[in-house]
């Protein structure tokens, strides 16, 4: 049977989308099964303050930075990642005669998920308790309806928000998203880029980027990690431990960023303890 | 075989998309065959004007008004329509049970169309030609995604743009795509509801609503029919043509609104020669 390759792209400032078209259409062509999941980050930045609703963020006491997401928030979270970027890349890969079909976690219940009832934000010095976000994250993933519209020559184009039992939309990490969605697959490859090259030993030092996280130990790598790569390395493991033969932490900056991180370019997990 | 219903609601000031969701959950739960169908016209104005880039029209010489859409309008027209308004819709049907899943005409190029190239407008009393908008019509529709997604028990909630066969994304009328959707599934019927009840022979009077196209003729139908209706009217002619058993254009105001058009509250198209 031919890989099944699950890329995420994140939403940083720099990622260019007629850029991962391109280099996603390209291992698409090779006959890989491939399913593309996004973000939206900074595209939501931008539409919020045009919108006057600020993006504001959550600060967990081991300091993990997320999305501080209300009602409206999740509103301009739904117009940004499902509408402007998911249809700007269906459209750019559908141009390149690639058979996309864009969804979000809610639609089919494709990624469902728990919410958070409570969390815990560092806030001037002080830690305060959040009970009205709408975040969570995925618990569980529709391969049925992945794997269906795969089968028939299809390539899904998957993004947050995550859906609740009972029908809630929450925003979850899309890097720990794609990690579930590769695991349910029984994915080959797990590509998790953005605008940084991988994991380095020192964040300001780009000769310290841990190239193979066999060698340089888990443990290493975890102490490594700062603020949004720590979610990264946990999504790794995730993949890792669901049973995906390989997880790559790279860049998707460039033209053809997607073939160089399959080549192996960035930081790869492979060969790891789960 | 169970009833195929295509449901077309509007997206005019004062349409709830609760209401929407309750009722046509009704008729999920009913074991008809059903696809949602929705647009987002008023939304789109409110967040254009949000963001600074006025909502503009074409007025054709024959009276015929559309929106203008330039590559800024299609960015915001997707955000609305594709993010905003579908995934709130899938989201309150999954509420309800409903088993949705959103897609615009994009996605796996489900409705296929052709571009404008060159449109004529009048401004200010002058005709001008208009050779860069991104709108056309739908020439084709992918049933058999949409007849695998059925059989799985999804529930398709679409919505446009529509895309060209070289991948370029289309403001289409979403009446006329909902019309050649259903036409496609060769569906019982079509509900295209709005915050209008129906044809009426005098726009200003409640009291001259056309019940049945049948018994006053097409003719005196069509030239009833005054601005966006025209549009309706003309989306239910291809309707038939295309072998819809029943077409109605009806109000998707209030509560329990698609039940009372499916029990015949509105113009109703039925045996109508085509």
């Not at 850029?19 to 099964?33: C, K, L, N, P, Q």
């Not at 931008?46 to 919108?51: A, F, G, M, N, P």
């Not at 976000?133 to 993004?159: F, H, K, N, Q, Y």
């Amino acid at each position: 049977m031919a890989r099944t390759i699950v890329v995420k792209v994140g939403g940083g400032e720099g990622i260019s989308l007629a850029h991962v078209a391109e280099s996603f259409s390209a291992i698409v062509a090779s006959g890989a099964r491939c399913v593309l999941v996004h973000g939206g980050s900074h595209e939501t930045n931008v539409v919020s303050e045009r919108l006057g609703i600020p993006a504001r963020t959550i600060t967990s006491p081991s300091g993990h930075v997320s999305r501080r997401t209300d009602r409206a928030t999740l509103d301009v979270f739904e117009m940004v990642y499902c509408g402007r970027v998911n249809k700007t890349l269906v459209e750019l890969l559908r141009r390149r005669g690639v058979d996309a079909v864009g969804l979000s976690g809610i639609d089919g219940g494709l990624w469902r998920g728990v919410r958070k009832t409570a969390i815990r934000s560092v806030e001037d010095g002080r830690t305060v308790l959040i009970r009205d976000d709408l975040s969570g994250r995925v618990e569980g993933v529709d391969a049925a309806l992945l794997a269906m519209l795969i089968e028939a020559g299809r390539v899904p184009v998957l993004t947050p928000p995550a859906v609740t039992d009972d029908g809630v939309a929450i925003n979850v990490d899309a890097d720990r998203a794609a990690a579930a969605t590769a695991a349910a697959l029984g994915a080959d490859e797990l590509l998790l880029l953005s605008n940084v090259e991988g994991v380095r030993r020192d964040p300001g030092d780009p000769g310290s980027l841990i190239r193979e996280v066999g060698a340089a130990g888990i443990d290493a790598v975890r102490a490594s990690a700062r603020g949004r790569m720590k979610n990264k390395v946990l999504a790794a493991e995730e993949a890792i431990a669901g049973g995906v033969g390989r997880v790559v932490i790279g860049s998707a900056l460039g033209a053809n960023a997607i073939n160089r991180a399959l080549a192996g370019a960035g930081t790869v997990f492979e060969g790891v303890a789960a």
